[in-house]
């Protein structure tokens, strides 16, 4: 069942001459690990603004169509209810924690949506624990690696129980091992709590093989959409320049039918036929 | 470039766990204090009594920061000091006297801010805020402001670094020059604080900023036995300094 | 022609930033350092225009102690590009931020004309000369700190980071700019984290850990030892792990090598 349906969204930023979504259509099933990839400046973060109701609420601007996530259409419900829906998370954990504790970091949304305080307390408890964070609980956020920021930025969302995260580049600022960290991570929520995930990411190599489906998106339109190994093994894909995994360039030097995205399973496949 | 030095460092000492509300009564009486004296020698007494804070409050290196950029301040806060009171008393003695005291005035004042900020944590000067009626939303920004301030100070170090890789000399030229050797500086600086308060507010918003009229406030300070100790220990010193003028006629 | 000999660097005093460097790069060399975050990378590059003064041991550029000449001296030789460059774009237009760096160093007019305007087309921004920088996208943007720098025609350019928030293409665009510099003579050094870039277009890398080099030689040796790259918070690149899941040995980061022995295993030479 579709959680997340784009119907037919332009959006044009106030002040702007053209638009930066241009008819896009899409659906995202409940539990579905989507990935999101395309060149600079082909809208992802923009999608991701949508997907959260911060556009249109809070930016203005030519909005066409309609974005509904769980059953709520973003145009007539404020941030804060959507939030409550989506969380979303950015790609400078820097400038998305503002508190001194890790603890006070994870209450603030719950304060902010008024909860009684034995549940807020409950909360952060579950939070904790399902993220496995309880050693960073009264450490400053800027203190901590980058990594670690983007873990706390999560579970900060994840105390609103959201059924759907969207992260656009949460690894842009990271070194490899901790970006595999966060990847990791975005695995385990969908596979243990069935979380919907939709991921803006650029590094193929690493998550093409998470997700279960794949955008390209280019020039503000959706360029291609499909199963990743539909999408990777595409001419097309390879036209609009996006990074090509090694794996996908090898397989297709070797003329093999399969279509593997990790080293293993390319390995698997060589290591069975032979 | 480190000048006063007011960012909360968190440590574990009596000061750090005494309530926001009992400190800012601290720093009220003391700044009357401070403000009401203008003898050198008492005021500086003010400056002595400052101390037994910061050593308790284990934040004794930070202190030492701002009172050597204190120190540096004050040469001019003399300079200038003496002029003015020279040319309009045209006494020497009067002058120096009264310099001297103005000196000692602001490094006592730097004294008490230092003490109090460092051993405060901006969250819980927020709740004591929003605790006496303060708007959230003030309380808030004031937060926030405290937060980003070592942010940007790592901002600024970094723009002075890039400018000064593109042959930038801030060092050389007349006043004018070196104000206007400022401009790469500020204006890299000023519109990336835009665009980060921008990003901040997105992510306010996205964690439900403003959702509910009744906010929750998960972590309330409550005054305890230390916290009405301190005050009173506060109010003692208040009246004995005070008296020493009300009563003995000193200063 | 850069040399660090002994160098340790530290902003609290104790904790050392980096410990005990000694680095030799010649000239017209391309390298990369490596290294997680936090591992004193940026400290390190710091150091070869003199915006960092070693606290022990010496740098020396081109023949200058780094200890002894202003920064403005060694910037003139050594073009240092940030990793954001909304730290440091500020004029009103293009080509007046191109000029900042030629006005610095006192070229004359004439010559800060016929720079600028080569240096622009050169990175095919001459078409934007008049907009405000902060019209400009991301990639745009890059360039122009790029520009800014290499307009006074630097030896040595460094970058930092200068594939964040690129897109593949503008990677591959970024990597042939830098082998056209690189034939001209000037010695490149890249700070990054991006394992597959090196892997793919930069010949010699350094591994940084906790302020310290822990590898130092061609890139088709030290980005194929797993274990080494595994235990400084990177990752190896995927064709080296394709080697390693089939047991090529030696593993290699070339594409057309890796392919080779793949079709060699499944013919069953192998």
Known sequence: ?????????????????????????????????????????????????CLNGLIPNSYGGDFDGEVIVDGLSTKNHPVYIIAQRVGLVFQDPENELFCTSVEKEIAFGLENLGLPREEIRKRIEETIAMMGISHLRDRAPYELSGGEQQKVAIAALLAMK???????????????????????????????????????????????KMADRCAILNNGSIALIGKPEEVLYSDEAEAIGIGIPKVVRLTKALGIKNRPLSSKSLANFIMVRK | MRVFSFQYTRKSSIIHKIDPRAKLVYLILFTILVVYYSNPIILFLIFLSS????????????????????????????????????????????SIILSIAMSIRFIALISIFSAFFLTTSPEDLMQSMVQLKIPYEYALTFNMSMRFVPTLTRELQIIMDAQKSRGLELERGNILQKVRKYIPILVPLIINSFRRAEMIADAMESRAFGASKERTSFYTLTMGRKDYIFIIVSFISFFAILSLKLFFGIG | MIEFKGVYFSYVPGEYVIKNI?????????????????????????????????QLGYVKVLGMNTKEVSVAKLAKQV??????????????????????????????????????????????????????????????????????????????????EPTTGQDYNQKRNLAKLLKRFNEEGKTIIIVTHDIEFVADFIPRCIIMSNGEIVADGPSDDILTRGELLMANKLLMPQLVEICYELSINPPSIKFDVVLSKVRAIMKGEI
């Open chain 1, 1 to 49: 069942m579709a959680i997340v349906e784009i119907r037919n969204l332009t959006y044009r930023y106030p002040g702007s001459t053209k638009p930066s979504l241009y008819n896009i259509n899409l659906s995202v099933d409940e539990g579905e690990f989507f990935l999101i990839t395309g060149p600079s400046g082909c809208g992802k973060t923009t999608l991701c603004k």
């Open chain 1, 162 to 208: 959201p059924k759907i995260l969207v992260l656009d580049e949460p690894t842009a600022n990271l070194d490899p091992f901790s970006s595999k960290s966060v990847l990791d991570l975005l695995s385990r929520l969908k596979g243990e709590f069935g979380m919907t995930i939709i991921l803006v990411e650029h590094r193929l190599e690493i998550v093409a």
């Open chain 2, 51 to 94: 101390i037994p804070m910061v050593v308790l409050g284990k934040v004794i290196d930070r202190w030492k920061i701002s009172i050597r950029s204190a120190l540096f301040f004050i040469i001019f806060i003399f300079i200038f000091n003496f002029i003015g009171i020279f040319w309009s008393t045209g006494s020497l003695e009067y």
């Open chain 3, 22 to 54: 000694n680095l030799f790069i010649n000239r017209g060399e391309i390298l990369a350092i490596l290294g997680g975050n936090g591992a004193g990378k940026t400290t390190l590059v710091k150091h070869i225009n003199g915006l960092l003064k070693p």
């Open chain 3, 79 to 160: 073009g240092l590009v940030f990793q954001n460059p909304d730290h440091q774009l500020f004029a009103e237009t293009v080509e007046k931020e191109v000029m900042f760096a030629l006005i610095n160093f006192g070229f004359p007019p004439e010559e800060i004309k016929s720079r600028t305007e080569k240096i622009l087309r050169g990175l095919d921004l001459i078409e934007y000369k008049d907009r405000s920088p902060f019209t400009l996208s991301g990639g745009e943007k890059k360039r122009l700190a790029l520009a800014a720098v290499l307009c006074y025609d630097p030896s040595i350019i460094i970058l930092d």
